[in-house]
């Protein structure tokens, strides 16, 4: 069977992941697919201020991003909606760099 391609508009993607050797795209309504480029390329051709690489195994979107959670550590984890397998890992290196891009228009909720 050969390759498929399908058009996603970039407004329906919430996140792209690296998950064992394949690059996967999820959408807001929680449909799959997978990517034929690494996460390296894809980064390169999407806008920063829409999209973050906010470890090596994931480019999040700021609509996908639901809550975070500091870490013992200083690093942080992410839960993403739609909901990952695991939580979504930020080393305290990059911890500042996501809050800051997460901060840019982010609006927080207090209840």
Request: one cysteine or more.
């Amino acid at each position: 069977m050969g390759k498929e391609e399908i058009k996603v508009q970039l407004i329906d993607m919430a996140y792209l992941y690296r998950k064992d050797k394949e690059v996967l795209l999820r959408t807001h309504d929680g449909q799959g697919f997978v990517f034929w480029q690494s996460l390296d390329e894809i980064e390169k051709k999407l806008d920063p201020a829409h999209f973050c690489r906010v470890n090596r195994s994931y480019i999040i979107t700021r609509k996908s991003f639901k809550r975070l959670q500091k870490q013992s550590d200083r690093g942080i984890h992410l839960e993403l909606e739609p909901q990952t397998e695991l939580p979504v890992k930020i080393s305290r290196d990059k911890a500042a760099m996501v809050i800051s891009w997460l901060k840019a228009q982010l609006v927080i909720k207090n209840r």
